[in-house]
């Protein structure tokens, strides 16, 4: 009688104790002339669908029955362990069923429409196996019934895989198998150190694809400060959920991206994300992210993008991959343990910090380590080039290259004598250091890189020696020209 009423599809299971007193007026084949009236009382229902992982149980509910009418009051169920309560109504009931419900659940459980442990172990394996594609998995969207319908629905809390959201309402309107989706809630988490507040969001769905946009007032991401966050939002038939156009407020600059994420595998998810900020100041960024903090000022661009699989910290670091590049303006790095090492090789233990006009670098990210390449840094005392990465260990191994200024220059040569500094300068005549640092980041080790030192040494000599031949060679040429008479 359900699924002839076209108010669930087919293939609906429906059971429990109902108690009818109801009256039908009307002739026989003009549905629109009928008249009900009486009521309906269902106890101990429940209620689900082939799409349902899990069923409507404890269902109970009264239904009055008013002309072409039909109000329903006092519903209370239970949705696996999630419980809700509510009331509503259908109009047009024999004709055109039209259903409006406002309900409200103190704790909404969507993990128990999630696979199962045994299913995602199932699928992992098959992909493992090299077989041609996982086992079927559940629908990321259940099955929109054939019904016109606004539902409106509170939920207190409202648990997720790898999260939760808060004091949420939900409106959603169904027409055609499909349905709008408007949604509001005072805070989120998501993951292990994501907050959202006053997070706004608005889907269609059609099937299984959805598309939309999004807003949040205010979001902490790993400590990140954003502000005035918004983007679209679209879920497709094979299972991947982007986000588009995605732009925020952090500190005093801007950030923009995407990301997409494959959910192909339940339960570990394949990631990509690309972002760009601009205007950014490098000290609350590196003071925000690492634990040095006041160690980089200055005006930062940075571009990035990466990729990765898992639903953990530790899966993710074990497949993370990455590439950008940062720009870093009119600032300064500060004393810490990496520059009182440099400083004190140079001999230089005296500076206290390493100001630039420019730091150009790109980096990527491959078998659990932050490679920097090419990293330059230019500034009036020095010129730093350096090559080399940061673990996740929390072990480092560059090697690096300083081209002392003029200052700096004629101090080291003050202190190391000009004979051993004219071994070591450059072409422009500046010093030319090159160093290797290692070992743990919060106590790292400085030496002089001795093979490079020595080749430069070398060819240093080369050239003095070179430059002494050919002022000798000059000399006995002025020499002869005078015996000859100038000829």
């Known amino acids: 009688i359900v699924e002839q009423a076209g108010l669930a599809p087919e293939g609906t299971r429906l059971g429990g104790q109902m108690t009818a007193r109801t009256r039908v007026q009307g002739a026989t084949g003009q549905p629109d002339s009928t008249r009900l009236s009486g009521t309906v009382t269902l106890s101990e229902g429940s209620y689900q669908t082939a799409e349902m992982p899990v069923a409507l149980t404890g269902l109970f509910g009264k239904a009055e029955l008013a002309g072409s009418e039909v109000r329903i009051q006092d519903v209370k169920a239970l949705l696996g362990q999630s419980r809700f309560t509510g009331s509503g109504k259908v109009t047009q009931a024999l004709t055109d069923p039209f259903v409006t419900f406002e309900g409200h ?94 997070l706004v969001a ?135 343990p990496q520059v009182d090492a440099i400083w004190n090789a140079l001999n230089l233990s005296g500076k206290e910090s390493i100001p630039f006009q420019d730091l150009v670098t790109a980096f990527s990210i491959r078998e659990g380590r932050l490679v920097t390449d090419d990293l330059a840094l230019a500034g009036k005392e020095a010129v730093w080039k350096a090559n080399g990465y940061v673990g996740f260990d929390g072990l480092m191994d560059y090697k690096m290259q300083v081209e002392l200024g003029d200052e700096l220059s004629a101090q080291f040569r003050q202190r190391v004598g000009t004979d051993l500094a004219a071994l070591l300068a450059g072409t422009q005549g500046r010093i ?56």
């Open 105 to 198: 659940s103190p704790r909404l459980d969507l993990t128990e429409w999630m696979p199962d442990p045994a299913v995602v172990a199932s699928a992992r394996a098959a992909v493992k196996a090299g077989q041609a594609a996982p086992p079927p998995v559940r629908p990321l969207i259940p099955l929109i019934p054939p019904i016109r319908a606004e539902l409106k629905l509170g939920v207190d809390s409202l648990l997720t895989v790898d999260g939760a959201l808060y004091q949420v309402e939900l409106v959603t309107r169904l027409a055609d198998s499909k349905a709008r989706i408007d949604a509001t809630a005072a805070r989120g988490t998501f993951g292990p150190g994501v907050v959202m507040n006053k």
């Open 202 to 336: 608005g889907v269609d769905v059609e099937g299984q694809t959805m598309r939309g946009n999004f807003r949040s007032v205010e979001v902490n991401s790993h400590k990140v400060p954003l502000t005035n966050v918004t983007g679209n939002l679209q879920l497709t038939e094979e299972r991947v959920l982007s986000f588009r156009d995605v732009k925020a407020a952090v500190w005093t600059g801007a950030l923009e991206g995407s990301a997409n994420v494959d959910l192909t595998i339940p339960g570990e998810p394949a990631f990509e994300i690309t972002t760009k900020g601009r205007g950014l100041q490098a000290n609350d960024f590196v003071s925000t992210l690492t634990p040095a903090k006041n160690f980089l000022f200055g005006t930062l661009d940075i571009e990035s993008s990466f990729s990765g699989r898992g639903a953990t910290p530790e899966e993710i670091t074990k497949t993370l991959l990455g590439n950008g590049t940062v720009n870093a303006r009119e600032g300064r790095v500060n004393r810490g």
């Open 432 to 487: 030319v250091l090159d160093l290797a640092v290692d070992g743990p980041v919060a106590k790292p080790r400085v030496s002089l890189d001795r093979t490079q030192l020595a080749l430069r040494a070398k060819e240093n000599a080369a050239n003095a020696l070179q430059k002494e031949i050919e002022r000798g060679k000059e000399k006995i040429g002025d020499k002869l020209k005078g015996l000859l008479g100038g000829r």
